[in-house]
Structures are given as C-alpha cells and as structure tokens.
C-alpha cells in the first residue's frame, strides 16, 4: 500500500476535485431553454469526437445499457440531431452518425461555454490574476507527466 499522503496534498486534492466538479457542473447547466439533456448531449460529443458508432458501441463508452442507448438515440434523431444508417458489413446493425444540425448544436454549446468562461475570467480576475491561473495551471500539466 503506498503511504498516506501528507495533509497539504490531500487538501489541495479535495479542494482541486471540489473545484474541477462545480466547474463542470457549471459549464453543464449553460443552456438555451430547449436545451438537451446532459446524457443526449454526452452522446452527440462523443460522435463529434470518436466518429460514427452502432448502438452498442456508443451504450459501451457511455456506460449504459443498450436499451438505454436506444431511447437516447430515438430522440436526437427525432430531433433532427443524428442519422442512423445501415452498417456496411453487418446488416443487422445500424451506424450512428451526427447530422449537419447535430455538429452545429455540438460547436454552438462549446462555443457558449468558451465564451462564457472567457467572459467570467475576464469580469472576475485581473490581468495579473490571469496570469497566476496561467502559472498554476502549468502546474498542474504535471500531473499528466509519465
């Protein structure tokens, strides 16, 4: 077992995973009024990121199960958002892919999250505040070193 990490460490992790959450959780509730919700639009930033999928492709990476996938599914292409189409080589799957609205509302919801972190950096940190975010945050890259 590795040793218990001194107690400054494990303040700066609470704090850190305390932070990173309501970061997130903050940048999930930016939405219009008819906005998505947060595990329709987990699917449609996956097929923007990874490509077309089946099914069970997508319900695999997501977490859920298949059946789940499918109501997902059904909805964002009712709404327009996805097109299913026959897999090329195995004609009892379908291959999911984003339609042109469907990669439009994907750039337009990170376009308003961008913005609106940019804009709250911008009303709420000096420029020298700024710069010591930019300076912890090289910091932080470490975490990521092998």
């Known amino acids: 077992m590795p040793p218990k990490p001194p107690p400054d460490a494990a303040a700066v992790s609470r704090e850190l995973r305390s932070l990173v959450g309501r970061l997130r959780r903050r940048l999930r509730e930016l939405h219009g009024p008819e906005d998505l919700a947060p595990g329709l639009l987990s699917v449609l930033l996956r097929l923007e990121q990874d490509g077309p999928a089946t099914a069970s492709v997508l319900a695999a990476a997501e977490k859920v199960r298949t059946q789940s996938m499918a109501a997902k ?22 291959v999911v892919d984003l339609t042109a609205p469907g990669r439009a509302r994907v750039e337009g919801d990170r376009f308003a999250r961008r913005e609106w972190l940019a804009q709250a950096l911008q009303d ?16 932080l890259e470490r975490l990521f070193e092998d």
């Open 73 to 94: 599914l059904a909805e964002l292409e009712q709404r327009g958002l996805i097109v299913r189409r026959p897999h090329p080589s195995d004609g009892r799957q379908r």
């Open 124 to 139: 709420r940190y000096s420029e020298a505040e700024r710069a010591r975010l930019m300076a912890a945050f090289a910091l």
